[in-house]
């Protein structure tokens, strides 16, 4: 079986594994480790686990996420959505809503603000994801950790060390300020979001520039 081909089963066989997916309305496609995903969903929730189910294959290098969302003529106005979005916020316990602003804008979110850690961030946007009538969540929030002297870059490496998933992959960790900078090679997709996230968990840091490159061994590329 080609390669190619060979990708692709494994990712039409993930959506199929996912109870929420109807793997019959997702199109899959791939070319060089990029995964080109097409079809129709009923809600924005649906698109976004295919997309993530996608990025966990194991050989997947990129997602093209063409997915479409089809709400089944359901009429929500933006200020419905806009209600919705503000009092999802309020009681995600994870989110500091006096510092979020939302706009609506023909069933996009877009969020912005400042806040203290990443993990607010993604929290913000979790809660809205699920809202009906929610076509696409922008989240440009800004992470304005509380400042300390030094970022523990042997806190980050030994953290990335103790991740059973990244344990054996040749990582460099470098500090700059408030920034991180990870480089290196990982051997799938899910690895590199995996170990940006655990960087952004470092107090003090305000960027992550995550220059992972992905890189399959040849022994699994074909089956």
């Known amino acids: 079986m080609k390669v ?11 959506m199929a594994w ?4 109807d793997a019959a309305q997702i199109g899959v ?17 649906k698109k976004l686990e295919a997309e993530n189910t996608a990025k966990r ?3 997947v290098k990129a997602v093209v996420e063409k ?7 359901s009429i929500r106005t933006d200020e419905d959505i806009a209600k919705d ?8 316990v994870s989110v500091p809503e006096d510092k979020l602003k939302i706009t609506v804008s023909d069933g996009w979110v877009y969020i912005e603000g400042v806040v203290d850690w990443n993990y607010q961030k993604h929290s913000a946007k979790n809660a809205i994801d699920p809202i009906p009538g929610v076509k ?6 800004q992470i304005k950790s509380p400042d300390i002297d030094t970022i523990e870059k042997r806190a980050i490496e030994s953290a990335l060390h103790r991740n059973s998933s990244l344990q054996d992959k040749d990582i460099e960790v470098t500090v700059k300020g408030n920034v991180v900078t990870l480089s290196g090679e990982v051997t799938a997709h ?17 960027t992550v520039n995550n220059l992972l490159v992905i890189h399959q061994p040849i022994n699994q590329s074909a089956v």
């Open 29 to 45: 496609a791939v070319h060089d480790g990029i995964v080109t995903l097409t079809g129709t969903v009923d809600n924005y929730t």
């Open 190 to 206: 899910f690895q590199k979001e995996e170990a940006e996230r655990i960087a952004w968990n470092s107090p003090g840091v305000w």
């Open 85 to 92: 979005a503000l009092d999802a916020l309020k009681w995600s």
């Open 67 to 73: 997915i479409e969302i089809d709400y089944n003529d």
């Open 4 to 14: 190619n081909e060979a990708l692709q089963k494994k990712v039409q066989d993930a």
């Open 18 to 21: 996912v109870p929420i997916l």
């Open 136 to 141: 696409g969540v922008v989240n440009t929030i």
């Open 57 to 59: 294959v194991a050989g």
